[in-house]
């Protein structure tokens, strides 16, 4: 079992930064797997980025990349993602979520098994 505890978001004006963490407790770093992903109101959630915890690899949507990037911090099981050059499209509740497979990164929220309760990001134009 993985709990999962998002923080860091807020409010900011576009072009500025943001960078929010997920704090994990329970489980093992073998083939753990860490996204995050974002939802407006009446969409799907949209995948942002993820990242390998053992070896860090990283992948991320197009409209992200570039410009956010995700890490991850072994000693404090924390997974943060840092966002640069924010757009009001940024907008959205971001979620940080966990699964373990050995197979390469996963982009599906379905393929996640653990959820945090998200927090909001709003950026104003």
């Known amino acids: 079992q993985v709990q999962l505890v998002e923080s860091g978001g807020g409010l900011v004006q576009a072009g500025d930064s943001l960078r929010l963490s997920c704090t994990a407790s329970?489980?093992?770093?073998?083939?753990?797997?860490m996204g995050w992903f974002r939802q407006t109101l009446g969409r799907e959630r949209q995948f942002v980025a993820v990242?390998?915890?053992?070896?860090?690899?990283?992948y991320y949507s197009d409209s992200v990349k570039g410009r956010f990037t995700i890490s991850r911090d072994n000693a404090k099981n924390t997974v943060d993602l840092q966002m640069n050059s924010l757009r009001p499209e940024d907008t959205a509740i971001y979620y940080c979520?966990?699964?373990?497979?050995?197979?390469?990164?996963?982009?599906?929220?379905?393929?996640?098994?653990?959820w945090g309760q998200g927090t909001q990001v709003t950026v104003s134009s």
């Open positions: 979520a966990a699964t373990y497979t050995t197979l390469a990164l996963p982009t599906s929220q379905s393929d996640y098994r653990y």
């Open positions: 329970g489980g093992a770093f073998m083939n753990r797997r």
């Open positions: 990242i390998s915890w053992t070896s860090g690899t990283t």
